[in-house]
């Protein structure tokens, strides 16, 4: 397990692509780096006509462009719209640029609203990734969502464990609730899902509605894991942790009602790990808001499920 993890950290490390040949060869003009989280391959550039594009080079995700395209065509079907691809390369993706708000700039005065568009969004998405499935096979589900699953575990909560907020003891009791749950119900445990649908990953251009970087991804949760990836990064962004801390189990009671709870508690606990060991300790993202210290108290609760 620790080699996996090391393997992924260094996976997490971004790639080393010429953008400047990139943008020289497509007669671009560079207008603004490291503008998302601060990011080196997203890139803001400006064709010979004057319109503004995303350029993103290196680590394309590996379904990306296939699932940009599918959603493209099936846009009438889908709450939400993706970004028009202009151009493609080895490694790069050109892409027209939604100007807008994030989801996330509503989440602390319109909280609801934020929930149930996530949640719309997610459900919408599934129909994008049943469309791919029938053509293509995007893994093995079982094997890959356990070696993500496990792998990350061990990685997110060893920050947590070295600081001394839990012991190392309700890692290994998780890990074996979760090993309970796959020897039950095996493959059915996992999804292939997008991964973040999250509140800087939607953008709300007018009345529409758009997702960013489109991916299929095996992870736990058959049929909620994006809607939990988005509570989890709600909890980072809003400034009221202690409000949040209330909404979060009645959305989940709302929306989730229909799955078994005793393992949505699992996968949000995990959730959470990650953005408490990953997220918060390990990287301190410029990203999170509000009060830090708050955040840790409740995500702990979260992770012991004392909620």
């Known amino acids: 397990m620790v ?5 992924q950290q260094e996976e997490e490390k971004e790639p080393m692509v010429d953008m400047e040949a990139v943008i020289k060869k497509n007669n671009l003009q560079l207008v603004e780096t490291e503008f998302f989280r601060q990011k080196k391959t997203v890139t803001r550039v400006k064709d010979t006509k004057g319109n503004n594009l995303i350029l993103k080079t290196g680590n394309i995700d590996p379904f990306q462009i296939q699932l940009l395209k599918t959603a493209k065509q099936m846009e009438v079907q ?3 719209k993706v970004p028009t691809i202009i151009k493609q390369g080895e490694d790069w993706i050109l892409l027209e640029e939604v100007k807008g ?3 996330n700039e ?3 005065n319109k909280p609801d609203w934020c929930v149930e568009v996530s949640k719309k969004v997610a459900d919408s998405y599934h129909l994008v990734i049943v469309k791919i499935l029938k053509t293509q ?3 093995n589900l079982l094997v890959d969502g356990q070696e993500w699953l496990f792998s ?3 990685l997110w909560s060893k920050p947590i464990v070295d600081a001394g907020l839990i012991d190392f003891s309700l890692v290994q009791q998780i890990k074996t609730e979760f090993e309970k749950v796959i020897a039950k119900k095996g493959e059915n445990f996992f999804d292939w899902v997008h991964g973040n649908i999250i509140g800087d990953h939607i953008v709300m251009a007018g009345e529409d509605i758009y997702l960013l970087d489109l991916n299929a991804v095996p992870r736990a949760g058959m049929g909620y894991h994006d809607f939990l990836r988005a509570l989890d990064f709600m909890f980072l962004k809003t400034e009221d942790e202690e409000q ?3 909404f979060i189990p009645k959305w989940i009671k709302q929306y989730l009602s229909e799955f078994d709870e005793t393992e949505v508690k699992l996968i949000f606990a995990f959730r959470n790990i990650g953005i408490l060991g990953w997220d918060i300790l390990h990287h301190n993202v410029e990203y999170t808001t509000g009060d830090i210290e708050a955040k840790k108290r409740l995500a702990l609760k979260f992770i012991k499920r004392e909620y």
């Open 137 to 139: 096979s995007l893994g």
């Open 244 to 246: 949040m801390f209330t």
């Open 3 to 7: 080699n996996k993890a090391t393997q």
């Open 101 to 103: 708000q994030f989801l």
């Open 152 to 154: 990350r575990l061990n």
């Open 106 to 108: 509503f989440c602390d």
């Open 78 to 80: 889908l709450y939400f």
